[in-house]
């Protein structure tokens, strides 16, 4: 596969950033607490990445481009997952500072993880039809914990690279944390 022209470099770089700030506003708004894109990369590859040093939530999605069913995912750190269950639970700061260290999950948080990943699939269908009009749409395919070191798994299309965007975010007052995307590489229409 040849590489990416500048053209389709400039889109794959509109397209990480869309999703991107699509997905803050609209958690930060259903959060009630700012969600914000400190910086942002993108790359294309033929292999899914993991998460390092830590565990991750898995928010999978399914992308359908031209037609064809594809798959994708975000990666968050555990504690900004659990952040987000929380606050989508309306729970007080203080609590979710405590909450942030938790291991293991009951069914209340388990659930409200789900909701905010059928969140960010709305959030990356809506991103990617302004982008792509009539060809591509998203949804959420469910949450899935990954160990450090660990791919999400979901199928892959055989010679589709996966278009990997890395974005430092920071949720209200807590520490910056890197949210890792994988959607299917999208070329341009031509």
């Not at 659990?82 to 009951?106: G, H, N, P, Q």
């Not at 809506?126 to 009009?133: E, I, K, N, S, Y």
Request: hydrophobic content about 45%.
């Amino acid at each position: 596969m040849s590489p990416p022209s500048q053209a389709q470099t400039d889109l794959d770089i509109d397209t990480v950033k869309h999703v991107f700030d699509k997905m803050c506003e609209d958690l930060g708004m259903l959060l009630d607490r700012p969600l914000v894109v400190e910086s942002l990369s993108t790359v294309r590859s033929a292999q899914k990445v993991a998460g390092e040093r830590q565990i991750h939530i898995a928010f999978k999605l399914g992308v359908t481009v031209d037609g064809v069913a594809q798959h994708g995912a975000l990666l968050v750190p555990l504690p900004d997952a659990i952040t987000f269950a929380c606050y989508l639970m309306m729970m007080a700061d203080d609590v979710v500072t405590s909450r942030r260290k938790d291991k293991d999950l009951e069914r209340a948080t388990k659930d409200a993880m789900v909701e905010v990943g059928n969140l960010i699939g709305g959030s990356t269908d809506g991103a990617l039809r302004d982008l792509f009009v009539k060809r591509v749409s998203a949804r959420a395919e469910g949450c899935q914990g990954l160990k450090a070191g660990m791919a999400p798994a979901f199928e892959r299309t055989p010679g589709v690279d996966l278009l990997i965007g890395r974005a430092k975010l920071k949720c209200h007052t807590f520490p910056s944390f890197e949210a890792l995307l994988m959607l299917p590489a999208i070329a341009s229409a031509s």
